[in-house]
C-alpha cells in the first residue's frame, strides 16, 4: 500500500501530534501548512506568521519537510464571499462547515494528490470507519472536542484517503504526547474565532466588510424600544450589545434578539431568556448532505444539533424532495438560526447535515 501522507499543520498541538503519530506508525509524512487568510487590514490578531514558524519547529523536530500552499483566493472565493453576503442577508453562517468542505478537503486535498500523496491527514477530532458499503463518519472520542459537526458536509470521495490520527484520543493525552516529544506546540493555546481569521473583535471585523445601517429594535408588539447599526451584526438569542435600558411599562428582565428583518433592517426582542418566541419545534432546512451517499431510514427518530455545542436532540426528519428537510424536535429548540447548519446523527455516527432555512 502506498502509505505517503500529507498533513495538514495548523501550528497548533493537534496537527503536530497528528504527524507524530504517523511518523512513528512508518508512514512517509510531508508537512503542509495552509496559507488561506490574507486580509492585512484585519483587525485583531492573525497570527498565521506564528503558526507557519511553529509548524516548522514540528517538522525540524520530527526530521520531515514542509511546505507552504497559498489558498487564500480559494477561501475568499468560497468561504468568505459566502459568509459576507449571509451575513448581509440577515442570516447566521458557519464558516468552518464551508472551509472544510471547499478549502481543507477539497482545494487542499487536490493539491496533496498532485504532490503524489495517497492520503491526507488532519488534527480533526472524528474517526473513519469502513462500514462494508463504505467510510462512516464517527464522533471523536473526546466528547468536548468532538469535531463531527463541522464535517457534516463532506462526502464519501471527500472522506476516502483521509486519516484523523487523534480522532480516537482524548485531548489530555495528545498534550502529554507533544510534551513528552518535545514539540513546541504541546502548550499552545487552542485556536477559536473564524476559521482561519483567528480572534477577532466580531462587530468591528464585520463592519470593515458590511456597511453600518441604522435600524430600529422593537419588541413582540411592534414598539420601538431602541435603536441598532445593522440587523447584519446581531444572532438570534443575543443578549449582550442590544443598549437596551429600562423602558417603561416593561418588565425588569434582560432583552433577547428573537427575530431579524433584514428586509426593514429591524430586530424583534423579547425579554428573558425561556420567552416562547425564542424557542421553535420544527425547523425547514436546504438540501441535506449525508456523509453515506443515501439518506438514513426517516421512519425513526434520529438526533440532531443546530449548533456545535448543543447536546443532542431527538427528531424526526421528513424529506422534501431535492429541497430540503423538514425537521421537527422531540421538544422545542432555543435560538435556532437560519444560516447555522443541522447536523444529525445516529449514535456515535454523523448522518450528514443542512443549512437551516426557517424555523417554525
Not at 14 to 21: C, E
Not at 70 to 84: E, G, K, M, P, Q
Not at 253 to 261: C, G, I, N, S
Request: net charge neutral; glycine share 12%.
Amino acid at each position: 500500500m502506498n502509505r505517503s501522507v500529507v498533513v495538514g499543520l495548523s501550528g497548533g498541538v493537534d496537527s503536530s501530534v497528528s504527524a507524530l503519530l504517523l511518523v512513528e506508525q512508518g508512514w512517509d509524512v510531508r508537512g503542509m501548512f495552509m496559507k488561506n487568510w490574507m486580509d492585512n487590514t484585519s483587525v485583531g490578531e492573525c497570527p498565521w506568521e506564528r503558526d507557519v514558524g511553529d509548524a516548522l519547529q514540528v517538522c525540524d523536530t520530527l526530521g520531515i519537510p514542509l511546505n507552504t500552499v497559498d489558498l487564500s483566493r480559494t477561501y475568499w472565493n468560497t468561504v468568505f464571499a459566502r459568509f459576507l453576503e449571509e451575513y448581509a442577508n440577515g442570516l447566521t453562517p458557519n464558516p468552518d462547515v464551508v472551509c472544510n468542505q471547499e478549502v481543507k478537503f477539497k482545494a487542499f486535498r487536490e493539491h496533496a494528490q498532485s504532490l503524489g500523496a495517497a492520503f491526507m491527514a488532519t488534527g480533526h477530532y472524528v474517526r473513519c470507519k469502513d462500514s462494508g458499503s463504505g467510510t462512516v463518519l464517527a464522533r471523536g472520542r473526546d466528547p468536548g472536542k468532538d469535531q463531527s459537526y463541522f464535517l457534516c458536509m463532506l462526502t464519501q470521495q471527500q472522506l476516502a484517503g483521509s486519516v484523523f490520527p487523534v480522532g480516537a484520543m482524548l485531548k489530555s493525552d495528545v498534550r502529554k504526547i507533544a510534551a513528552r516529544a518535545g514539540l513546541a506546540t504541546h502548550a499552545k493555546k487552542d485556536s477559536s474565532g473564524i476559521c482561519f481569521v483567528g480572534e477577532q473583535p466580531f462587530r468591528e471585523f464585520l463592519s470593515r466588510y458590511l456597511p453600518v445601517r441604522r435600524g430600529e429594535i422593537r419588541d413582540a408588539g411592534g414598539r420601538v424600544v431602541g435603536e441598532h447599526d445593522g440587523a447584519h451584526f446581531y444572532t438570534i438569542g443575543q443578549r449582550s450589545g442590544l443598549g437596551i435600558g429600562g423602558i417603561a411599562g416593561a418588565p425588569d428582565a434582560p432583552w433577547y434578539v428573537a427575530a431579524k428583518d433584514a428586509g426593514s433592517n429591524t430586530l424583534i426582542v423579547v425579554q428573558g431568556p425561556e420567552h416562547p418566541l425564542l424557542f421553535s419545534q420544527s425547523l425547514r432546512t436546504g438540501p441535506a448532505n449525508w456523509v453515506a451517499g443515501r439518506p438514513p431510514d426517516t421512519g425513526r427518530a434520529l438526533h440532531a444539533k443546530t449548533r456545535y455545542r448543543q447536546p443532542d436532540q431527538e427528531c424526526r426528519i421528513e424529506p422534501l424532495g431535492d429541497s430540503g428537510l423538514n425537521v421537527t424536535f422531540t421538544s422545542p429548540q432555543r435560538a435556532v438560526a437560519p444560516g447555522q447548519y443541522a447536523v444529525f446523527y445516529d449514535g456515535e455516527i454523523c448522518l450528514g447535515g443542512a443549512v437551516i432555512k426557517s424555523v417554525m
